[in-house]
């Protein structure tokens, strides 16, 4: 048993009783705080679609290449090439240098022109950039311990096989290749195929604020924190600087745990998805537990939810038959297989489609995988496509129906972007084509609701020096003028407290209930 090593003021890592190593709180930690904050990740870079459009050290987006919805108020940033490989850019000249001088670029840049214009996968350039890190470093140092230490399961890669395994050794052999073209140092394969087997364990991707992933990112100290479907705490960055936040007080000498996957699948597919990525049978609370909250069924005859553990309606005493039940659970392990799969429609039609056939069965709610997974498809899809109100009625779903039940806090991180991205949605709504809606809700009262919520909570989801906090703080001001309420202490009296506590809101709140409840009976019967 090795004794615990302190990761921060807040955390320790100890040996854990069935998952190697974990990370521990040393004292009471509240809810909505910083746990860790890693400023220099030991890899942190942008995928190949973010490549020309994100610096290469510090992870800032090009203005003009942001996305509309969240990008706004920030200061212009120009990114330049290296003139060395032109494949990387950075937004300053000491970003450049640092990633030149610092991390591995000096070394990778001639190997990257050799390539050009193919440019490396994330992975290969990942890899290298870890090996050369590792083998310059003295035995001893943090990066030595830190890679070294790190869990690879190669053995277990091996064992199934596969498209994994195959890509392994693929990239790890090209690689080795390339690496020769540099004078300084060159690998073999199999030295590269265990930082491969490191890498796909123990990475996270890079998010922007707002959770669209542009790169990929490791750090070892974030890499000893354990998994759970219902997690503590969450991983989350600004630009290059990762941060893991609590979601809830976590008393001392608990485990600290973030989710590795996706928390709107069901639970046969996050204990797939964690076997086959991560060699391990998921005992969290939520899988050892016969209640799965997004599991959920609907009452066919007064739309309440029913629990997992029962087929009758605690409301009306109607029971879900299993005529209804059978053949409605078929159809949504089936549109979550056939979406799994690689290059699959995902078209704007064939979403809608299944989302109608699920919705169809009158037994499954918004909630219930992967109704929530469609819904946020198509709302990015309508966002890109301009088409604000259709955005918007997904969006709303989301916000209405599924995040409460979701994320139980309302400083959840995705709950707080997912009010943003609505009201920044509204506001589009209510340039573009106000009329609909325009008749039934008040724009700016809504959207003043929306971003009191989004304020109010944004300290605790992303911290209060956050980017996001400042874009939120900024756009609040500018809304408060717009509706006329310039007294900071009127509007600051209603942050963080929900739509329904401010005075004026509950009418609205009750019609955009009504708007979404519509919204799904048209998508029902269709
Ligand atoms: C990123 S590492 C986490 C730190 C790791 N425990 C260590 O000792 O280095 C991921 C690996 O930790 C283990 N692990 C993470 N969460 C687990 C859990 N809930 N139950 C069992 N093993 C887990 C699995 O071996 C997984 O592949």
Same mark, same amino acid.
């Given at each position: ?283 969290c609370s939520l899988c050892s537990s016969g209640v799965q909250p997004l599991e959920s069924l609907q009452c066919p005859k007064c739309n309440v939810l029913i629990t997992t553990n029962t087929t009758t ?65 198509? @709302? %990015?899809? $309508? ?9 918007? #009625? ?5 916000? *209405?129906? +599924?995040?409460?039940?979701?994320? @139980? %806090?309302? $400083? ?9 991205? #609505? ?5 589009? *709504?209510? +340039? ?18 929306? #971003? ?5 909570? *944004? ?35 209603w942050m963080g407290k929900g739509l329904k506590a401010i005075p004026g809101l509950e009418g609205e709140v009750a019609k955009l209930i009504k708007i979404v409840d519509e919204f799904l009976e048209t998508?029902?019967?269709?």
């Open positions: 048993m090795s004794p615990p090593v302190n990761l921060s003021p807040s955390a320790y890592l100890k040996d854990h009783p069935s998952a190697g190593r974990g990370v521990f709180a040393s004292g009471t930690i509240p809810a909505g705080t910083e746990i860790l904050s890693v400023a220099d990740p030991l890899i942190c870079i942008p995928d190949e679609a973010h490549l020309d459009s994100c610096c290469h050290y510090c992870m800032a987006e090009a203005t003009d290449e942001a996305p509309s919805v969240n990008q706004a108020y920030r200061a212009p940033v120009k990114l330049s090439y290296c003139l060395g490989c032109r494949v990387v850019k950075y937004c300053s000249k000491a970003c450049q240098t640092t990633d030149w001088k610092q991390k591995a670029h000096k070394y990778e840049c001639v190997i990257y022109k050799a390539q050009y214009p193919r440019i490396l996968p994330v992975t290969a350039r990942a890899i290298l950039r870890m090996a050369k890190q590792f083998l310059s470093e003295t035995p001893g140092s943090n990066i030595v311990g830190g890679i070294g230490a790190l869990k690879a399961h190669a053995e277990d890669f091996a064992k199934i096989g596969g498209d994994i395994w195959e890509m392994a050794n693929l990239t790890a052999k090209a690689a080795a290749e390339f690496s020769k073209v540099s004078k300084q140092i060159s690998f073999e394969p199999e030295f590269l195929r265990d930082m491969y087997c490191k890498l796909l364990i123990n990475s996270a991707s890079v998010v922007t604020q707002t959770f669209d992933p542009i790169g990929l990112c490791l750090a070892y100290q974030s890499a000893m924190f354990n998994h759970s479907c219902d997690p503590n705490a969450v991983m989350m960055f600004d630009g290059r600087q990762l941060s893991i936040r609590s979601l809830k007080e976590i008393t001392k000498d608990t485990e600290i745990t973030i989710s590795y996957i996706d928390n709107l699948a069901s639970r046969k597919e996050r204990k797939e998805e964690l076997k086959s990525r991560y060699f391990f049978d998921c005992s309606c605690t409301n009306c005493g109607e029971i879900v038959t299993e005529d209804e039940l059978t053949p409605a659970i078929a159809l949504s392990t089936s549109i979550t297989t056939q979406r799994n799969k690689k290059n699959v429609d995902k078209s704007i039609a064939s979403t809608l489609k299944s989302l109608k056939q699920l919705y169809g069965t009158r037994v499954l709610p918004s909630t219930f995988p992967p109704i929530p997974q469609l819904h946020r498809d198509l @709302a %990015t899809s $309508y966002i890109d496509e301009g088409n604000w109100k259709s955005a918007f #009625l997904h969006l709303l779903t989301l916000y *209405v129906k +599924v995040y409460p039940n979701m994320y @139980a %806090t309302p $400083y959840h991180p995705v709950r707080v972007v997912g009010t943003f991205t #609505l009201a920044m949605v509204l506001i589009q *709504v209510a +340039v573009d084509e106000p009329e609909g809606f325009g008749e039934r809700i008040d724009f700016t009262k809504v959207l003043y609701g929306l #971003l009191t919520v989004v304020c109010g909570n *944004v300290e605790k989801s992303h911290g209060g020096n956050s980017s996001f906090a400042e874009m939120a703080r900024r756009k609040m001001e500018e809304v408060k003028i717009d509706v006329g309420i310039d007294s900071n202490r009127e509007a600051d009296k998508l029902k019967s269709d």
